[in-house]
């Protein structure tokens, strides 16, 4: 009985000590299938996007390796495109894709690794440019799409439609496509601390005002991420009295319109939540060099909560102390 036992755990140790290919943790490049990608290395300038607010030098400036089974030896051009999608918030037509750049292996370097590389800077006013863009027709959210490729000594040519997911996604940093978007980011400084809210336009429907409750008093700004701020208020406190709720309201300064996030709950209504939101085609100004002063546009009763009651436009306008 003992010899049996030691047998089977015997039996055991050899059944849990053979490899399981199917269990591999991570997935190689000879997995994946033979071919050849490009794989970002690093991104030296332009990580969060373009700086529309500095058009002349703000650029999108990357290093990339070419892996195939030779290190990189066998691919023969690298080929870049671009294109020009405006934001929902722009009247700027969309631009259609050309031809950016072309690079042989003749001016590829080695990298640190031993794969063929290539740096690659893409300055905002050049690509604009080639697209046929000028620094006015550009706004704060656009994105410029890029699309590459890469031909072989052979002729074969392999790009992210006819590149595997593994190749596509994290794990190998493949970098056929990509998007860079065009931001004017604040430092943390700016447009935070009080301001005086203002109510300019807009009344509830039975003619009293709803923003704020008064037509002003004084809010503290926050920083929420890199361009949005916040701040809390008592909506409808002219109202419901001690029974308004706080309520934090979001916006995005995207350079020189503010855009209210969507779908800003009250944690009130009439069977369901009345929301605030932005306006269609309306936006408040501002100027990202200047945070004494700036306008918002919204929309109260964006979802009426059940209570029956019409979108209402809004206008306020906040000005630091």
Known sequence: MKKLLILFISGLMVMTSCKDESKAPIITFDQAGKGAYVRLA?????????NL??????????DV????????????????????????????????EVLYLTMDSGSFTESDRGYKSANVRIPLADVASKLGLSEG?????????FRSEIVLQDGSVFQFSNSTSAVN????????????????????????????????EGTYPFGLFTFNGTESSTVTLTK??????????????????????????????????????????TSIGCGGTITLGSQS?????????????FVIDLNEWADDGGCGVPVTPIKIRLDKQ
């Open 42 to 50: 690093n991104v030296n300038e332009g990580i969060d996007g373009y």
């Open 224 to 265: 929420v991420t890199g361009t949005k701020r916040a701040f809390v208020y008592k909506w409808q406190n002219g109202v419901l009295g001690s029974d308004s709720p706080d309520v934090d309201f979001i916006f995005d300064i995207v350079c020189t319109i503010v855009v209210p996030d969507d779908n800003q709950g």
């Open 137 to 145: 027709d550009l706004g704060g959210a656009d994105v410029f799409n």
């Open 169 to 200: 996604g994290s794990a190998f940093q493949g970098h056929f496509n990509f998007s860079v978007k065009l931001s004017c980011p604040l430092s943390d400084d700016k447009f935070v601390g009080n301001y005086t809210l203002t109510h300019l």
């Open 65 to 96: 390796e070419f892996v195939d089974e030779q290190q990189g030896d066998l691919v023969s051009t690298y080929t870049i495109y671009t294109s020009y999608t405006p934001s929902p918030f722009s009247s700027t037509s969309a631009a259609a």
């Open 281 to 293: 085609g309306a936006f408040g100004s501002v100027d990202v060099d200047d945070d004494s002063t």
């Open 53 to 62: 607010s500095q058009f002349s030098t703000s650029a999108y400036d990357f």
